[in-house]
């Protein structure tokens, strides 16, 4: 059976896949609006109909990416708040669902932000890696303190999210020193706090975030500065519960050689990670909406959101 998937669904999926929508909090919020979308305008008649078109579209959104774990979380919750039994009441419910899911994700980020700044002092710098709405709540709120930060903000090859990072501080008016990669080591010198986000986190208190990641963590902790890392509880991986590990994504080669540079170079075989995993003994800690945690505890706060349920497919029912 064929589904009705609207537009919208299709163009985030698309915007998802294409980067232009991206970081972990981002993509989930533009999936719920796509499946608030897909409700609004389905034309299902039964409500099997509408409910397997809901799941379709669900399915093909997920499809996009599969590290940021904030993908599956987003369409399981709202999935999960469909209930009635007309069509009518499944769109109101799903409706209802992600405006609840879209002003919680809201509501995490800023009680974060609040919980993070408290580990900022005044006149600190931070050194970041990617771009993380999440890590830069925290930045937010110690402004809103009154406290002073400069920030170093590694470019992040090959996509360069750096580049949105020092855009944002610079419009808080924070002073920004830009850094390829390689120079962080160098850098670390004049950090206070390590700052990035998260794509997912895992029981075992492993943090998934953006290539270079656990490079950055391990030159910090060699240094002495502490790892700190902002990621709502969205970000907690259910699955890695019952021994699953996060697929880490593989992106296309031509983001690191095109095809010119390519044909220079001769036959070279290039890999392109997007993320990687950084051991817990490199974190300091994990700041969520939920309190501030080292990393091997982690698990107890899984445990207590995800009780038995450990995750499936979110369209799974
Ligand atoms: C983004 C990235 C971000 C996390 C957290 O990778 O690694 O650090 O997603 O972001 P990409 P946020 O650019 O490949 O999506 O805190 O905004 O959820």
Sequence with gaps: MEYEIHPAVTDAADDIADMEIRGAATIADAAAAALGEQAVASTAETPAAFQAEMRTAARELHETRPTAVSLPNALRYVLRGMEGDTVSELRASVVASVDEFRRELDQAQDNLGQIGANRLRDGDTIMTHCHSTDALSCVRHALDDGKELSAIVKETRPRKQGHITARQLREWGVPVTL??????????DDTDHVLVGADAIAAD?????????????????????????????????????????????????EEILPDDKRAEIGDVTVENPAFDVTPPRYVDAIVTE?????????????RELFGDQHGGEPWER
């Design 179 to 188: 850094i390829v990669d390689n120079a962080a080591r160098r850098y670390l």
């Design 205 to 253: 208190g492993s943090v998934i975030n953006k290539i270079g990641t656990s490079g950055l963590a391990v030159n910090a902790r060699e240094r002495g500065v502490p790892i700190m890392v902002a990621a709502q509880t969205l970000k907690l991986h259910p699955g890695t519960m019952t021994g699953h590990t996060v697929e880490i994504e593989m992106r296309d080669e």
């Design 290 to 302: 939920r309190g501030q945690f080292p990393p091997e505890s982690i698990v107890t706060l899984m």
